[in-house]
């Protein structure tokens, strides 16, 4: 965190979805993005019991263990209710329209079967993330993304449930778990859905502008900003095209990271251009990898112990 801290404002960190298209990028431009976006989707209990596995966890230890830093969302699949019916699979029960489960009514009744599951979800994937805190490894933790858009169930009853369902998590996972691994990072810009400086970290967005608009999205940035009154760090947890870093700079849009979303946002050509992520990836204002400090690992070591 403190990195990340002396880091706002100076440089952009550089990230991506997937340690394919991580790999992908390494191909390309000769560096690996310093930030690896990782999903405990096929963690959730309602996957795993039909026949989901996952290996995301073990690809973000070696990552780390490589030097890079980690970033975790979760596409938390419902506790129970799963149409699970041509077109609404259970695969794609994180979407509102293939579960029939309401939060709002899992928070409201403590008692009831929705808020145990709820539970035992958050705590199948707390022993993933103790996972990567026996090892060492610090995450960038963004649960409940994209809450205000209402196509995940997370956020289908509005801003009230979902930032309970937040405080939950973070009670559970911080006090109930011990984890002390998690940077937190909350992900809309609505002031209605923030659910409070004292279990936020940093504060994203998700802007996906149309293929090969390298704008700096300063007008989202500043909204961020204002939303936590200049209080907490600003990043893009997911983006189609990249931000180009001359006018970032430019328009001091001061984005802590970008995370480049998976396929064709980053290999066809179109989103962004080959040329335009060798110009990104050799740029003095993005970090990469291998610009990353060398005792990033060592120093949360050290002062977990």
């Not at 963004?142 to 009853?157: C, N, V």
């Not at 967005?205 to 909204?223: E, M, R």
């Not at 995370?259 to 990836?281: A, C, E, M, P």
């Amino acid at each position: 965190m403190g990195y990340l801290v002396d880091s706002y404002g100076s440089h952009i960190l550089s990230g991506q979805h997937t340690l394919e298209d991580a790999q992908w990028i390494k191909d390309q431009t000769g560096k690996y993005p310093a930030m690896l976006s990782m999903d405990m989707m096929d963690y959730s209990p309602s996957r795993i019991e039909h026949g989901a596995t996952s290996t995301e966890v073990e690809k973000a230890i070696q990552w780390a263990q490589e030097g890079g830093l980690v970033t975790f969302a979760w596409h938390w699949n419902a506790p129970k209710g799963l149409y699970d019916i041509p077109g609404k699979e259970w695969w794609r029960g994180f979407y509102t329209d293939a579960t029939t489960f309401d939060v709002q009514y899992a928070l409201s009744h403590p008692e009831s079967e929705e808020y145990q599951l709820m539970l035992r979800d958050i705590d199948a994937i707390a022993a993933q993330l103790k996972r990567l805190q026996d090892a060492h490894v610090p995450v960038l933790w963004r649960p409940l993304h994209e809450a205000e858009g209402k196509w995940f169930w997370w956020g289908a009853q509005g801003p009230d449930s979902a930032k309970q369902l937040y405080r939950i998590m973070y009670d559970r996972l911080t006090h109930y778990h011990h984890l002390n691994n998690l940077i937190w990072v909350w992900n809309s810009e609505s002031p209605d859905w923030y659910p409070g400086d004292d279990v936020v970290d940093i504060v994203s967005v998700d802007i996906y502008n149309q293929a090969a608009n390298y704008s700096p999205s300063i007008g989202k940035y500043d909204s961020l900003v204002n939303l936590v009154q200049g209080k907490k760090l600003v990043g893009l947890s997911e983006n189609g095209p990249i931000s180009d870093p001359e006018l970032l700079q430019t328009y001091s849009a001061h984005w802590l990271f970008f995370t480049t979303w998976t396929g064709d946002f980053i290999r066809n050509g179109q989103y962004n251009s080959l040329d335009h992520l060798i110009k990104v990836f050799n740029s003095d204002y993005v970090i990469t990898r291998d610009e990353l400090p060398q005792d990033l690992l060592t120093l949360f070591k050290n002062k977990a112990e």
